[in-house]
C-alpha cells in the first residue's frame, strides 16, 4: 500500500504562483511514476503531470506546458507541482498518484491515463480568480 497526501491548495488570483506538494509513505520503494490530475465540476479527471521517480523524466499535459513543473525529492519521497501564469481555468481539485506497477508496462505511452496509476490522494482545491 501506499498512501498520498497532498497539500499546498488555496485560493490565488489569475497570474500568481502556486506549489502543491504530495508526501507519499509505505511502500514507496514500489512507486515507479507520480502523476498531478486535477477535475474540475461537471468535467473529467484529466492529466496534468507526470515524473519518473527514478531518472526523472517528466510530462506535461499542453495546456499547462511552460507554466508548470514538476519535480521529485527521492529522499523525502515527495513530489511538487509548482504552478505559475495559473489562469481562471486551472481551477479545479488537484490529486496526486501513484503508479506502481506489478510487470512490464509503457508507462511512456500510458502516462496520461487516470487507469496508469494505483493509488490516489484526496486531493487539493485550487481555485483561480480572475
Not at 20 to 45: N, V
Not at 46 to 70: C, L, Q
Not at 77 to 89: A, G, I, R
Not at 98 to 127: I, K, L
Request: with cysteine; net charge positive.
Amino acid at each position: 500500500q501506499v498512501q498520498l497526501v497532498e497539500t499546498g491548495g488555496a485560493l490565488v488570483q489569475a497570474g500568481g504562483s502556486l506549489r502543491l506538494s504530495c508526501a507519499a509513505s509505505g511502500r514507496t520503494f514500489s512507486i515507479y511514476a507520480m502523476g498531478w490530475f486535477r477535475q474540475a465540476p461537471g468535467k473529467e479527471r484529466e492529466f496534468v503531470a507526470g515524473i519518473i521517480w527514478s531518472g526523472g523524466s517528466t510530462y506535461y499535459a499542453d495546456s499547462v506546458k511552460g507554466r508548470f513543473t514538476i519535480s521529485r525529492d527521492n529522499a523525502k519521497n515527495t513530489v511538487s507541482l509548482q504552478m505559475n501564469s495559473l489562469k481562471p481555468e486551472d481551477t479545479a481539485v488537484y490529486y496526486c498518484a501513484a503508479d506502481t506497477p506489478t510487470g512490464f508496462h509503457n508507462y511512456r505511452s500510458n502516462y496520461g491515463r487516470p487507469t496508469t496509476y494505483d493509488y490516489w490522494g484526496q486531493g487539493t482545491q485550487v481555485t483561480v480568480s480572475s
